[in-house]
């Protein structure tokens, strides 16, 4: 007759005699290991409560009445199986206790020593159940990793919105990882911008253009002058430009990233507003 539980590093448990018969005077909680040794847990008598073992002293309470014995602040140490000792005879239960650390956040080691630079390995190297998962949500299938965990081999979908996690879960706990985003893994040109025209407000003289992509965006004038953009939703800036009454003034967008830079078709003031002649 046993009784299993799991618990996590400072749970409490307790355990409890299926019977108690009176009269009783006295009752010995004891511990196994996993290594075979056996300790005394917390002891009563005529004489009162003692706990012997520094392992459960301040932490272990006993109820004399109905045999249970309760422990706080668990670490990995009280895990064993549990045994009652009632008026001097072993009863016949058995509790099995064991404790377990919480998985911790893993982190995603990235190798890209393979010679396809459109191809890298993702590491998840913990001894814990390791749980792959892909943006979509569909989980994926790992391959041992030497000496422990698990990896994955992603390819360039040329999406860098698509990203991958990995889960970490033990019986007692479970954490997933920071996202891993294509655009982290792979070095991808950036495209040749298109700027867009947003004409809908009031005034005439007045439009907006857009640069909606994902990359470091600069706008520039026909001067050369860098100009402040402002955030657009859902991604990339626009900047407010106003009619100078000159045809030849023009606007540029460039896109940079880490690995090429590309500049737009140049927007000019004569196609941006009805010029009066």
């Known amino acids: 007759m046993s009784e299993d539980q799991t618990k996590p590093v400072g749970d409490t448990v307790s355990f409890r005699p299926a019977n108690i018969n009176p009269p009783v005077t006295s009752i010995i909680w004891k511990q196994r290991s996993s290594s075979g040794n056996v300790v005394k847990v917390i002891e009563w008598d005529d004489d009162g409560f003692n706990t012997p073992s520094p392992r459960f002293k301040n932490i272990t309470t006993l109820d004399e009445k109905t045999g249970q014995i309760t422990i706080t602040k668990l670490t990995v140490d009280h895990s064993g199986v549990y045994t009652i000792d009632i008026n001097s005879k072993e009863q016949e239960q058995r509790f099995n206790l064991k404790v377990m650390a919480p998985v911790p956040k893993p982190e995603i080691q990235i190798d890209r020593r393979g010679k396809n630079p459109d191809v890298v390995r993702l590491i998840c190297e913990y001894n814990e159940t390791v749980i792959w998962k892909n943006s979509t949500g569909k989980i994926l299938k790992g391959s041992n990793h030497n000496p422990k965990g698990e990896f994955i081999t992603v390819e360039n979908k ?106 737009s078709d140049r927007v000019y003031e004569r196609k941006l507003f009805k010029m009066i002649v």
């Open 158 to 263: 040329r999406n860098p919105d698509n990203f991958y996690t990995c889960t970490l879960k033990n019986a007692v706990s479970e954490e997933t990882s920071d996202r891993v985003y294509e655009r982290k893994l792979f070095k991808t040109p950036v495209p040749k911008p298109e700027i867009q025209i947003d004409r809908r407000g009031k005034n005439p003289d007045v439009v907006r253009l857009i640069c909606e992509y994902n990359e470091t965006v600069i706008w520039k004038n026909s001067t050369g002058k860098i100009l402040k953009g402002s955030n657009h939703n859902p991604k990339g800036e626009f900047i407010t430009v106003e009619n100078k009454r000159n045809p030849d003034n023009f606007y540029t967008c460039t896109l940079k990233n880490a690995m090429s830079e590309e500049t």
